[in-house]
């Protein structure tokens, strides 16, 4: 027997830099977190409009909803904000990095099975 979880549009997660208009939100997010609101460039996690979990992209500090699970969206926005600090440090990450011109890529071409590879 298997429990099958019914999603909504309710249940979508949006990771996006906060707004001014968030602040009252963010206040009363770092009120019930018992912390104080960090300070810097924001992001945030809302599922289903409301604001679950902030970040901060510089230090990385974050509050997040103790009346919801949040440690999966947790996880989300600190990769998220470690991923612009690492732009931001001019390090280039991902699929991008791999790609770039000037990369130097090994070259070994796939053989058949069976069949041996001699280095001249």
Do not use: C, W
């Not at 906060?18 to 912390?35: C, M, P």
């Not at 612009?84 to 011109?101: D, E, V, Y």
Request: glycine letters at 8%; charged letters at 25%.
């Amino acid at each position: 027997m298997y429990y099958k979880h019914e999603t909504s549009e309710s249940d979508s997660i949006t990771i996006r830099h906060a707004r001014t208009e968030d602040h009252t939100e963010l206040v009363r997010l770092a009120e019930r977190d018992s912390a104080e609101l960090p300070a810097g460039e924001l992001l945030v996690a809302a599922v289903g409009g409301e604001l679950r979990a902030a970040t901060a992209v510089a230090s990385g500090e974050t509050i997040a909803d103790p009346f919801h699970p949040t440690s999966q969206i947790v996880r989300l926005i600190s990769a998220r904000a470690e991923q612009l600090r690492g732009t931001a440090n001019g390090h280039r990450r991902g699929l991008a990095a791999l790609l770039r011109p000037g990369r130097v890529r090994t070259a070994i071409s796939p053989q058949p099975a069976g069949t041996l590879r001699t280095f001249s």
